[in-house]
């Protein structure tokens, strides 16, 4: 049976890792797990997009609101990408979906790095 990277061993970053309006996105996790950064986000309210209690943000991408990609990475910390194509992703319409992608990614690539030389 294949081990995974420990979850001790994640690093856990709390800014936006994709999207040039990422900064307008009021939903964002962000975890290097070995050579692998893998980035939620979502609820995007650009300037001017009304908010409030059961807004919903802007679609980031066609029919989605909050999308997890996933990079190659090198150096320390969060890490460098290597490049700005991504290697995998998810797409959902809401924060909890996105939640459990994001967490569901996060293992996959727990196991791939653990495999990786």
């Not at 962000?30 to 908010?51: C, E, K, L, Q, Y």
């Not at 996105?98 to 196991?111: E, N, P, T």
């Amino acid at each position: 049976m294949s081990r995974s990277v420990p979850m001790k061993s994640w690093v856990w970053d709390g800014h936006p890792g994709q999207l040039i309006v990422s900064h307008d996105c009021e939903f964002a996790l962000n975890t290097r797990i070995g050579g692998f950064r893998i980035s939620t986000i979502g609820d995007w309210f650009p300037v001017g997009w009304p908010r409030g209690a059961g807004m919903r943000g802007k679609e980031i991408g066609f029919n989605r609101t909050h999308e997890t990609f996933v990079f190659r990475v090198s150096g320390s910390g969060p890490g460098e990408l290597d490049s700005l194509g991504e290697i995998d992703s998810l797409v959902y319409n809401d924060c909890e979906d996105a939640r459990k992608g994001h967490l569901k990614m996060c293992r996959k690539y727990a196991r791939i790095a653990r495999e990786e030389p």
